[in-house]
């Protein structure tokens, strides 16, 4: 019985606790679309991305254009000239694997641009929602767009025009 009364008071305590917190949502896809250093930055990872691209797809013609005249000329090859020629094959298909991954790998040249160009507006989008917080007293502020498991808000609790407004881009 007492432990009984005791989650009871703890169930209780908890739900009283969280209902004095105040929440606020933000849409960040929403946010990201109306701020236009994003969509420059975005614009430019494109550019750069098609150049890359470009490289790598160039590279791979390139080994599959010797993999052809290889085949082509393979009977009248000697067993050294053979070898030369797939060795040189091979040789340009990796060139193309290390380009690709030097460019578009985990770590790769397009992530650190991205963090480059991204991570200001990021920050600054943090900035704004967390002074917004701060002077509105949130606890918790959650991204809509992100998924998560929201199924239902209210739009009184989105402050994403707020954010934006505050980043100087007036709604």
Same mark, same amino acid.
């Given at each position: 019985? /007492? %432990?009984?009364? &005791?989650? *009871?008071?703890?169930?209780?305590? /908890?739900? *009283?606790?969280?209902?004095?917190?105040?929440?606020?949502?933000?849409?960040? #896809?929403?946010?990201?679309?109306? /701020?236009?250093?994003? !969509?420059?930055?975005?614009?430019?990872?494109?550019?750069?991305?098609?150049?890359?691209?470009? !490289?790598?797809?160039?590279? /791979?013609? #390139?080994? #599959?254009?010797?993999?052809?005249?290889?085949?082509?000329?393979?009977? &009248?090859?000697?067993?050294?000239?053979?070898?030369?020629?797939?060795?040189? =094959? *091979?040789?340009?298909?990796?060139?193309?694997?290390?380009?690709?991954?030097?460019? &578009?790998?985990? #770590?790769? !040249?397009?992530? %650190?641009?991205?963090?480059?160009?991204?991570?200001?507006?990021?920050?600054?989008? +943090?900035?704004?929602?967390?002074?917004?917080?701060?002077?509105?007293?949130?606890?918790?502020?959650?991204?809509?767009? $992100?998924?998560?498991?929201? =199924?239902?808000? $209210?739009?009184?609790?989105?402050? $994403?025009?707020?954010?934006?407004?505050?980043?100087? +881009?007036?709604?």
């Amino acid at each position: 019985m /007492v %432990k009984k009364l &005791f989650t *009871t008071m703890i169930v209780a305590l /908890v739900c *009283t606790a969280a209902s004095a917190q105040k929440y606020a949502l933000v849409d960040m #896809e929403y946010i990201l679309k109306n /701020v236009p250093a994003y !969509e420059r930055a975005n614009e430019q990872l494109n550019q750069i991305s098609k150049k890359w691209e470009g !490289e790598i797809e160039a590279l /791979v013609q #390139e080994a #599959e254009a010797a993999y052809k005249k290889y085949q082509s000329e393979a009977v &009248f090859l000697s067993d050294a000239q053979k070898l030369k020629a797939e060795e040189a =094959i *091979t040789a340009k298909e990796k060139e193309a694997s290390d380009l690709k991954k030097k460019y &578009f790998g985990n #770590e790769g !040249e397009l992530y %650190k641009k991205r963090q480059s160009l991204m991570a200001p507006i990021q920050d600054e989008i +943090y900035n704004a929602v967390k002074d917004i917080s701060d002077q509105k007293g949130y606890q918790l502020v959650l991204d809509r767009a $992100s998924g998560g498991s929201i =199924i239902y808000a $209210s739009p009184k609790i989105d402050i $994403s025009d707020e954010v934006l407004q505050k980043l100087g +881009y007036a709604y």
